[in-house]
Nanobody, 123 residues
């Protein structure tokens, strides 16, 4: 499974970005998907996840109300809409394919990881 995340960049605080995660082999339609991030000097942390059909989602407390996750299985793509960005959102963001169809928060429940895309939020 090949994953590629797109859409990172530099924005000012309060701005928005939309990240996309595309799968080249169209093998994610039955799998939950997740977004994680890793800031410099910190451990990777869960950001958001979505079940295989989009019926359930989870968000880290730090992004609730600001981030939205969605998916288009016809395009084998998952999106992370990030609004009201804060400097503490600065990190490399990674998408991942879950082992199961449900949305999950633990990194151990994901078995394929894409290359990250960098997000920088300036104050």
């Amino acid at each position: 499974v090949q994953l590629q995340a797109f859409g990172g960049g530099s924005v000012q605080a309060g701005g928005s970005l939309t990240l996309s995660c595309a799968n080249s082999r169209r093998l994610i339609s039955n799998n939950g998907m997740g977004w994680f991030r890793q800031a410099p000097g910190k451990e990777r942390e869960f950001v958001a996840s979505i079940s295989w059909n989009g019926g359930s989602t989870y968000f880290a407390d730090s992004v609730k109300g600001r981030f939205t996750i969605s998916r288009d299985n016809a395009k084998s793509t998952v999106y992370l809409q990030m609004n009201s960005l804060k400097p503490e959102d600065t990190a490399v963001y990674y998408c991942a394919v879950g082992r199961f169809g449900r949305a999950a928060t633990g990194a151990e429940l994901y078995n394929y990881w894409g290359q990250g895309t960098e997000v920088t939020v300036s104050s």
